[in-house]
């Protein structure tokens, strides 16, 4: 019995020590890298539920009870923080189209699938590959920096990785409706050449890359990114809080993740109408 009352103690010790290092973590970060939070989010309960959502979705995922484990990509859960109901989704990023590493079938498959002519999306493909590639040659239908000044425009193709997805509204031929429409199926943190068509994925995605009709929940991987999106209604502050944070499970246990991005509700991508293909956009496309 002693030993046995021993382990429970240990076990909790350790799940304490566990928790309190998320916590650390989770605060951390914040205080280092999410200014737009502290200046956007003067409501202290919120921040708490947000923290506390997002420490509890990550001790979820790092469950060492593989049945109890969190998995990406199923359907979302309901919690109660605080005494307020709080809807979490966690997506693997794989489900998105990495901007810095796809090929360019896959930039085609996307492009098509949104509703552009063929030309029109090689015309893009081309343009987004010459913007992060290191040399100044255009591509066939591409275009480098002489292309953007014959544009009069005052910013040129970086020449190198992209470091934001909105990034791409330089682009010589994106229009605001098409990056409206790209954005929730992007990302620069999978690493992937062509993203996975989840039962979570964006519609865009779905029809690019495949359509599953039912939640395939999938067992997380150390090491790779994750959207963890976060809702909830609280009474003392404003009607709908959503926030979605981009993390990378590390599998070091001092730190256990990092955040790579955090997006208040007006910033972030996946709390549009994802059912949707690009409404108005074969009208829009016409002006490229
Ligand atoms: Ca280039």
Redesign the pocket.
């Known amino acids: 019995m002693k030993d046995q009352s021993g382990i429970a103690v240990l076990s909790v010790i350790l799940c304490i020590a566990i928790m309190a290092s998320l916590a650390a973590a989770v605060l951390n970060l914040e205080r280092q890298s999410h200014q737009i939070v502290v200046q956007g989010r003067n409501d202290l309960k919120s921040q708490s539920i947000v923290e506390a959502a997002l420490i509890q979705t990550v001790a979820g995922m790092l469950e060492r009870n593989p049945k109890l484990r969190w998995k990406a990509d199923g359907p979302p859960r309901h919690l109660d923080i605080y005494n307020v109901g709080v809807v979490i989704a966690v997506r693997s990023e794989n489900n998105r189209l990495d901007i810095n590493t796809a090929t360019k079938s896959a930039w085609l498959q996307t492009l098509k699938s949104s509703g552009l002519s063929m030309e029109l999306a090689d015309r893009l493909t081309d343009q987004i590959l010459?913007?992060k590639?290191?040399?100044?040659l255009a591509r066939l239908n591409g275009a480098?920096r002489s292309a953007y000044i014959a544009d009069d425009r005052s910013r040129f193709?970086a020449?190198r990785l992209f470091t934001h997805v909105t990034e791409l509204a330089a682009i010589l031929n994106m229009t605001p409706e098409l990056l409206t429409c790209l954005l929730p199926s992007l990302t620069l943190h999978s690493g992937k050449s062509e993203p996975k068509g989840s039962f979570n994925s964006t519609a865009l995605i779905k029809k690019a890359f495949g359509n599953p009709k039912v939640p395939t929940p999938a067992h997380v991987t150390q090491g790779q990114a994750y959207s963890v999106s976060i809702s909830f209604q609280n009474e003392s502050s404003r009607p709908n809080n959503k926030v979605e944070i981009i993390i990378r499970l590390t599998g070091d246990k001092k730190k256990p993740f990092w955040i790579h991005e955090w997006r208040e509700a007006r910033e972030s991508f996946y709390f549009g109408d994802q059912t949707q293909l690009c409404p108005g956009l074969q009208e829009a496309s016409k002006k490229l």
Do not use: I, R, S, T
Request: net charge negative; charged share 45%; no cysteine.
């Open positions: 010459d913007w590639d290191e040399n100044q480098e193709p020449n």
